[in-house]
């Protein structure tokens, strides 16, 4: 089996007006939903096929998520060093390509994907032709003193 790894990318907001206690965040599946939506809706803007929901990449991605809110770690590496290829692994998923794109701040969705189509690397990723799975995971925590989502998003094919 050939295996690709198409590319990761971080994305670090941090909104420094807002309170600490203040947050972008309702719930993890409204969150989930509403970021796949916009994939599908900006993969399709740019002629690519929707990406459909894979289980066992929802699995990594969330747990990346919630790894990163509980160590205050943005990075696609875990906590307990593995890369994020050998999470995705660990969680299952087998297919020949993957990708993850990450970010952190008081963020919607929205403002999620505005930052990922700006930027060429997460771009690369959201409208990869390779791609045909995704898992999104998403966490409330605090990144640097404030209020903060950790988003992950996992992709496969």
Known sequence: MR???????????????????????TSVAAFRASLQARINHFRAECGRGPVSLSLRLENAAQAHSA????????????????SWIA?????????????????????????????WKASPPHRANLLN??????GVG??????AGRAAVYVTSDFGG
Do not use: C, Q
């Open 3 to 25: 295996f690709r790894v198409a590319g990761i990318s971080l994305v670090l907001v941090l909104a420094l007006s807002l309170p600490a206690s203040a947050s972008a965040f």
């Open 129 to 134: 032709g390779h791609f045909s799975r995704v």
């Open 138 to 143: 998403a966490h409330a925590g605090s990144y």
């Open 67 to 82: 790894d990163m809110a509980r160590t205050h770690n943005f990075s696609h590496s875990g906590s307990s060093g593995a």
């Open 87 to 115: 999470r995705i692994r660990y969680w299952g998923y087998r297919g020949d390509w993957i990708g993850e794109n990450l970010a952190v701040g008081n963020i919607t969705a929205r403002k999620v994907m505005a930052m």
